[in-house]
């Protein structure tokens, strides 16, 4: 990866609402990086209507022989009363929250606190910020009135500070994908289209910062179908974050 280059590794920031498939998305992320026979699990999935994840997670996505490509985050749900208050997910953009801090959702972080940075420097930033969004969600609820208020003060900040924003549908493999509903025909069903169109329409953001995805759930193994899904997803995030240093930064010898 061409960022690797002048030791900074891209960090890619997941926010959504509870039980989006964000937890889901890194270790499928992982599983298609090892490229082995067995999937990885790096962060921890539950099946309830609450948030494992309460602290900042950085989770290292790492390649077949162990090298550290991409950094990505994970954060509290953006639940409408146990959530993550708008400050914090300002902040964790901007680069000023620590891993490991754990969320009040009442309360946004005290720069008094030691998971607090004063001056975030380029690799603490985010790179790239990604909206996790649940396929199975009728396209009229995709999204509560709070939290949509909270998207659009984070795009906000990220239109200001030139990050780049894509929207990842999870569980597409649960909407109907042509005759035979495989799964490398996701690209041509009708059903997910309408379905990323509806995203991109409720976020405001381009129809081609929409990607569809489908996380490894109940699969014993890995397949190539969903690591496919998932490497188009890490390949966009990269180029997109890649881009913004480039112009931002100016590394010409990216």
């Not at 999204?143 to 795009?155: A, P, R, Y």
């Not at 495989?182 to 041509?188: S, Y």
């Given at each position: 990866m061409a960022v690797q280059r002048i030791g900074i590794c891209i960090n890619i920031c997941l926010f959504g609402v509870c039980n989006s498939g964000k937890s889901s998305f890194i270790n499928t992320c992982a599983t298609a990086l090892q490229d082995g026979e067995r999937q990885?699990?790096?962060?921890?999935?539950?099946?309830?209507?609450?948030?494992?994840?309460?602290?900042?997670?950085?989770?290292?996505?790492?390649?077949?022989?162990?090298?550290?490509?991409?950094?990505?985050?994970?954060?509290?749900?953006?639940?409408?009363?146990?959530?993550?208050?708008?400050?914090?997910?300002?902040?964790?953009?901007?680069g000023h929250i620590r891993s490991n801090y754990e969320i009040n959702s009442e309360?946004?972080?005290?720069?008094?606190?030691?998971?607090?940075?004063?001056v975030p420097q380029i690799e603490d930033i985010m790179h790239c910020v990604v909206f996790v969004i649940d396929a199975e969600v009728p396209n009229e609820k995709l999204?509560?009135?709070?939290?949509?208020?909270?998207?659009?003060?984070?795009?906000t900040v990220l239109e200001?500070?030139?990050?780049?924003?894509?929207?990842i549908v999870c569980k597409t493999d649960t909407l109907p994908i042509g005759e035979k509903n495989?799964?490398?025909?996701?690209?041509?069903s009708k059903s997910v289209e309408i379905k990323c169109r509806a995203v991109a329409e409720k976020l405001q953001i381009p129809l081609k910062n929409v990607l569809p995805m489908s996380n490894y759930f109940k699969e014993p193994l890995p397949t190539d179908e969903k690591d496919v899904l998932a490497l188009n997803c890490l390949k966009e995030m990269t180029l997109r974050a890649a881009d913004r240093l480039k112009q931002v930064y100016r590394y010409n010898n990216l």
């Open positions: 990885v699990e790096l962060a921890t999935v539950g099946s309830s209507s609450e948030s494992l994840t309460t602290r900042l997670r950085e989770y290292k996505i790492s390649s077949k022989d162990n090298k550290h490509l991409i950094s990505m985050y994970d954060c509290r749900g953006m639940d409408d009363t146990r959530g993550v208050t708008t400050k914090d997910l300002i902040s964790i953009v901007k309360k946004a972080i005290s720069e008094e606190s030691d998971f607090y940075r004063q999204l509560s009135d709070h939290c949509l208020e909270q998207f659009k003060e984070v795009e200001a500070e030139d990050i780049p924003v894509l929207a495989r799964l490398q025909d996701i690209f041509h």
